[in-house]
């Protein structure tokens, strides 16, 4: 029993603990700190954890109340719905490139059109020699030449070049000894110095061009040839009694007329082109048989098959003359169901020469083996191809125009037309719209050669 006695008033008046504890409501056996002789010491118990406080519940505030959504009318959908579209097409447009203002003139041809193999016959004549050991050119290559012009000198296989050299140490000898009479002359001679003195002027003169001098070589040089012809008449007349100076002249002349006879000089019978250029079909192709050959010979010449000339196979083609103004196109069709029109003028444009365009006439035409052969007639310069034998070319059943984008067309007083810059410069040429397919416009000048394929024209 404890030492100390609780002297109050017991609240429990030492009954056992009834109520709920904190030990489930079972009675208390410990240790009675007030003096219980039943009270025990409980047993050591692990505390409870402890529990989070409660949260209180969150106020309920009551809902608010929205007003009903205002429905928009007619005209504000419209004004909304304009302004997207303003906005959409202004993007737009300023996403697009800027449009070009230049435009470039391309040749254009209009209607049908009809592409072949072609082989040209000109009106040319070849002219031949044999044994032909060199050929001196004298006349320019391509050029015209008119009547009585040499053309060229050919030597044959007994002329060689020992030849000349021996007829340059005559002269050599004959210009020697002339020298020599003169200075062995002791009186003053007035007429022999002014040949001499007409020459070295002549020849200073003829010097000071080719240095870089204004004037006319031509015109010079012919001025020197006629003072040495002077100067060398007045000192054979001089010397004529000389006997050894004769005898040098008699070696000269003998040497020149050996060597003539190994050269032939042709001259030009007519005014009339010359080329030096041959590629055998001149002899069997001609403007008076062309109509003969079918088309399937005609395939085979473009081929590369000569015509049967009946040319001597001894002889040395030296050149050719052509007539100008008239040729022949013996053109193979691709498309052999077109039905061609004799008499009929259509537009022929040849392959490589994109900005030449001349009108051809069809002669006749004729199908066989699978080919349409069309004999075609052109009056124009024989130019053009000169040196040309197969080629491709296009027909056009319409006349030849120039192409231009359709915004260059401008018009101008009532008059179209369009403007041409060149160098800063621009002027206005007055047109006629044959044709507008989508954004090109074919047109041809009222005024003829003043468009030409290239020029850059404003787009407006």
């Known amino acids: 029993m404890d030492q100390y006695q609780y002297q109050g008033q017991d609240p429990y008046q030492g009954q056992p ?3 709920q504890d904190p030990y489930q409501g079972q009675p ?3 240790q009675d700190p007030y003096g219980d002789p039943g009270y025990q010491e409980p047993a050591y118990q692990e505390p409870a954890p402890q529990q989070p406080a409660p949260r209180r519940p969150a106020s309920r505030r009551p809902a608010k109340q929205t007003r009903p959504k205002k429905r928009l009318n007619r005209v504000q959908i419209f004004v909304i719905l304009a302004a997207v579209l303003f906005a959409a097409g202004y993007v737009f447009v300023s996403l697009q490139p800027a449009k070009s203002k230049y435009g470039t003139i391309e040749t254009g ?3 049908a059109h009809y592409t072949g193999d072609a082989l040209i016959v000109r009106n040319e004549t070849p002219y031949e020699s044999e044994s032909v050991t060199s050929v001196e050119y004298v006349a320019s290559e391509g050029k015209t030449v008119t009547r009585g012009s040499t053309i060229c000198n050919v030597f044959s296989s007994g002329y060689s070049t020992k030849e000349m050299t021996t007829l340059q140490d005559d002269r050599d000898q004959i210009r020697d000894y002339q020298l020599k009479l003169i200075a062995s002359e002791s009186a003053y001679d007035a007429r022999m110095d002014r040949v001499n003195s007409d020459v070295l002027v002549r020849a200073r003169e003829v010097r000071q061009i080719i240095g870089g001098a204004q004037g006319n070589l031509v015109t010079e040089e012919t001025l020197l040839s006629t003072a040495i012809t002077a100067r060398q008449q007045y ?7 000389d006997q050894r100076l004769s005898r040098l002249r008699d070696d000269e002349q003998a040497q020149q007329q050996r060597i003539d006879s190994w050269t032939k000089t042709y001259v030009a019978s007519t005014d009339t082109i010359v080329s030096f250029y041959s590629d055998g079909y001149e002899y069997g192709l001609t403007l008076e048989n062309f109509s003969e050959f079918s088309p399937a010979q005609v395939r085979r010449m473009i081929n590369g098959e000569k015509p049967n000339s009946g040319a001597a196979k001894t002889k040395t083609t030296i050149y050719r003359t052509i007539t100008d103004g008239e040729w022949v196109v013996l053109a193979l069709m691709n498309d052999t169901s077109w039905n061609p029109i004799v008499g009929q003028t259509y537009v022929l444009q040849l392959e490589r020469f994109v900005n030449t365009q001349v009108n051809a006439t069809v002669e006749s035409f004729t199908r066989s083996g699978g080919e349409l052969l069309v004999r075609l007639r052109v009056e124009a310069s024989v130019e053009p191809v ?7 070319i296009t027909l056009s059943d319409t006349v030849a125009t120039y192409k231009v984008p359709s915004r260059a067309v401008y018009s101008q007083d009532g008059m179209d037309g369009v403007v041409v810059t060149s160098g800063g410069t621009e002027y206005f040429i007055p047109v006629q719209v044959v044709y507008t397919q989508g954004t090109d416009s074919y047109v041809t000048p009222v005024t003829q050669g003043l468009l ?3 020029l850059t024209v404003l787009l407006f």
């Open 452 to 454: 030409t394929e290239g």
């Open 109 to 111: 041809l209009l209607g």
């Open 235 to 241: 000192i054979n007349s001089k010397y004529s009694t």
């Open 17 to 19: 603990y009834q109520g």
């Open 28 to 30: 208390y056996q410990g």
């Open 386 to 392: 000169l040196y040309m034998r197969a080629c491709t």
